[in-house]
């Protein structure tokens, strides 16, 4: 594969984490060429799948020795003891420290040495896609920043990266490590997961309530969101109009702002408010920190939602969700 630049053709890269992008980084990195040794623990199952996938594969801190570019793809919450255990005590003077997300970077939980640069590529798409998309020859656009230069050429190995894992093939978009920290975590809270799923959830609700089947009302607020995401996803708002019926249109028209109203904008900038002045950074940490209460809690009462005892039933009757295996026959009543 072609990389625009040669900035990491002699560079040993680390790759620590080899979990959903750390698995597809890596893949495509060493077929672009460039020399890769995984980190990860020894023993756990990541080691063996890497080592299976033909990487030589070391205990973190031994793959950052050496290292000239380390990659530090574990879960973010583990990274700040990460950084301190294997990173901080071994990585060489003028190597390049490369993130996905800016998270911990940009709210101090990791203070990198000064004699290191600090770098970001995160690919816009899980890493199965920035692996598939690789292998057919294509990439996966990426957003890249640097947010320390020490070593005067941290731009030059942020771009060889994207190349390397096939960003360059698509596309790169030059950010910051606050702009990609904040919009994240917005969009995973305000729309994507938070948003979606308080917004089937309380769609579910309104027609149970009004004494409506759960069957009808699964198929009506949740099953049928993949149609619309998938035109969304595909051609934009525009797709979605062209395809549905006309009174589907009308009823967005009137009554989508009557749901998502100003009202709720001004509360997502109170989210967006709590992400930018470390609020919502400072509660999590603080939550992780005291083993997970009320996270444990909030995902209990997720997954005791009526909507998901009766997804599950219907899931199981939609033989195309899952080809491989055939409907327990105990659902079919
Ligand atoms: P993941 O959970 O899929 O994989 C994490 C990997 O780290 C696993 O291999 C796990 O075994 C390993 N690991 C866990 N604890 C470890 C430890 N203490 N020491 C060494 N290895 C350890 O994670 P992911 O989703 O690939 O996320 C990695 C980074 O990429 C994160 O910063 C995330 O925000 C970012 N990111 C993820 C996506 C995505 O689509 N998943 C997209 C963009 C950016
Ligand atoms: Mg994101
Ligand atoms: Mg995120
Ligand atoms: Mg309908
Ligand atoms: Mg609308």
Known sequence: M??????LANARIAVLGYGSQGR???LNLKDSGLDVVVGVRKGGPSWNRAYTDGFAVAEPAEAVRG????AVLTPDMVQPAVYKEAIEPNIKPGAALLFAHG???HFKQIEPRKDIDVILVAPKGPGALVRSEYERGRGVPCIWAVHQDASGQAEAKTKAYADG???GRAMIIKTDFKEETETDLFGEQAVLCGGASSLVQAGFETLIEAGYQPEIAYYEVFHELKLIVDLFYEGGIAKMLEFISETAQYGDYVSG???IDASVKARMKDVLKDIQDGTFARNWTAEYQAGLPNYKKYKQADLDHPIEAVGAK???RMTWLHPTTAAPAESLK
């Open 165 to 167: 894992i096939g960003g």
């Open 257 to 259: 702002p009557r749901v």
């Open 24 to 26: 597809a980084h890596a």
């Open 103 to 105: 998270f911990n970077v």
């Open 2 to 7: 072609s990389t625009t630049n040669d900035t």
């Open 67 to 70: 290292a000239d570019l380390v």
């Open 314 to 316: 219907l899931r199981a």
